[in-house]
């Protein structure tokens, strides 16, 4: 069964940049037409979308954070991460990595990691 | 960008009401919508996928429908499980986007 798990720093400065893992266990990044996609949740918000990677390793970013934004996956396909850089307050939420399912399941987001909270404070 | 529009923003339901949740997209979507529900700060779980197919292991009360514009889930028989916040999100294009969810609390 496939598991997603969010880790990374909790804390992070203003200015610096934000560094995120997602492990994915139980299957593997490379099979089927998944993307693997991170999330985020500002402290009693709604969801917003950060960014995903596809299984080929193309990327597509949110525009409001594409200058800022950088998802990559690993050579073993067992992770992806993501990197925020010149992180602000406005940066400090519950960030969620998920799978996206293929075009013919209209890329519903099936399968998500537990979250983990970052804040950004000096 | 598409805009996600929920409504209502918040409801009081009993235990075996019918609950319905609309959400408008700014633009047509065809069928990619897809609805999540979200308990406290846990994850979301996808409910409904294509806007009316149910994922896998989720019970057959919760219904979606819609093409377009406009779409609607609806809980045929509110359960104590289902008070939770609702969000529906398109992925027809790039940025995918959200409602602004809508919050099921117990009347």
């Known amino acids: 069964q496939l598991q997603l798990q969010e880790s990374g720093s909790g804390l992070v400065k203003p200015s610096q940049t934000l560094s995120l893992t997602c492990a994915v266990s139980g299957a593997s990044m490379s099979g089927g037409d998944y993307s693997w996609s991170w999330i985020r949740q500002p402290p009693g918000k709604g969801l917003e979308w950060i960014g995903y990677?596809?299984?080929?390793?193309?990327?597509y970013y949110n525009p409001s954070l594409k200058s800022r934004v950088t998802i990559s996956a690993d050579r073993t396909k067992t992770q992806f991460s993501l990197r925020l850089s010149s992180v602000t307050a406005a940066d400090t939420a519950v960030y969620y990595c998920a799978r996206i399912l293929p075009s013919y399941n209209y890329y519903g987001m099936d399968v998500w990691g537990q979250g983990t909270t970052v804040t950004v404070s000096s | 960008d598409i805009q996600m529009t929920q409504s209502p923003s918040s409801l009081s339901a009993s235990v075996g009401d019918r609950v319905t949740i609309t959400c408008r997209s700014s633009q047509s979507i065809s069928n990619y919508l897809n609805w999540y529900q979200q308990k406290g700060m846990k994850a979301p779980n996808l409910l409904i996928y294509g806007a009316s197919s149910l994922q896998s292991g989720v019970p057959s009360r919760f219904s979606g429908s819609g093409s377009g514009t406009d779409f609607t889930l609806t809980i045929s028989s509110l359960q104590p499980e289902d008070f939770a916040t609702y969000y529906c999100?398109?992925?027809?294009?790039?940025?995918?986007?959200f409602g602004g969810g809508t919050k099921v609390e117990m009347k």
């Open positions: 999100q398109q992925s027809y294009n790039n940025p995918l986007t």
């Open positions: 990677i596809f299984h080929s390793g193309k990327t």
